[in-house]
């Protein structure tokens, strides 16, 4: 029989993993020895956190960061010919989703490798359960363009596109640059139009609150360094 790939969920940040996710985790972790994770350090840190009693040298850790090499990556599930069980671990929150991961869950299905998602925090997911917004037809765009002209561009076109299609927009921003798309929202989007933001979710610092943009004219959140998910919808 072939091995499994379990697509494994972290926390986002330093929640107690139990506090977030189910016990089928735990029992999970405890199983598997082989990991495909994007940093080792964080990796045998969650490994550790939610499985103390696991054995740290019996992990086999395989690298899937910006340095990885194809073809060296096409062989990570090589194990599962031997029917050896592997964990797909995302840097935070559930693995292949804005994560690098997706191209691990390709290859699993092109090898006939059964991929067993598992329960976690999606910051994704719970920015648009918690925005109040159109939950049943929604985008997830990645990133918008880092200069601010093309940023402003992009934006308004997923204001049109959200009003054109009756549409939640969803982005996200690299933590230290969220105060300046911020400033850009307030400076391109009509005033009628919604503007959620959720930072720290799942954190004792959690903030999530949506607001059309002339009421956020006047406010000013903390959200330097934090990660936050914006969705917008006209």
């Known amino acids: 029989m072939l091995g499994k790939l379990y697509l494994i969920p972290t926390t986002l940040g330093e929640t107690e993993p139990l506090e977030v996710m189910p016990l089928s985790v735990k029992k999970v972790v405890e199983q598997i020895d082989y990991y495909i994770v994007e940093n080792e350090k964080s990796a045998r840190r969650f490994i550790k956190k ?7 040298p019996s992990l086999q850790l395989m690298l899937l960061d910006k340095y990885a090499e194809e073809i060296e990556t096409r062989k990570y599930l090589d194990v599962c010919k031997e029917g ?9 929150g559930v693995p292949a989703v804005a994560d690098p991961g997706a191209t691990i869950v390709k290859q699993a299905h092109q090898n006939n490798i059964q991929v067993v998602p598992l329960v976690g925090p999606s910051s994704i997911l719970m920015a648009m359960m918690g925005s109040g917004m159109n939950g049943q037809n929604f985008a997830f765009n990645g990133y918008l363009p880092i200069d601010k002209g093309d940023r402003k561009r992009a934006i308004k076109e997923l204001e049109k596109l959200s009003k054109a299609k009756n549409q939640s927009q969803i982005f996200i921003e690299t933590p230290y640059r969220n105060e300046k798309m911020f400033a850009d929202l307030k400076a391109t989007l009509t005033p009628t139009t919604n503007l959620c933001i959720a ?4 954190l004792p610092s959690e903030y999530i609150k949506t607001m059309m943009m002339k009421d956020w004219k006047h406010q000013q959140p903390d959200l330097h360094k934090k990660p936050a998910i914006f969705i917008i919808q006209k």
């Open 50 to 56: 939610i499985s103390p009693k696991k054995s740290q």
């Open 84 to 92: 050896i069980n592997v964990g797909l671990l995302s840097e935070a």
């Open 199 to 202: 930072a720290d979710i799942t």
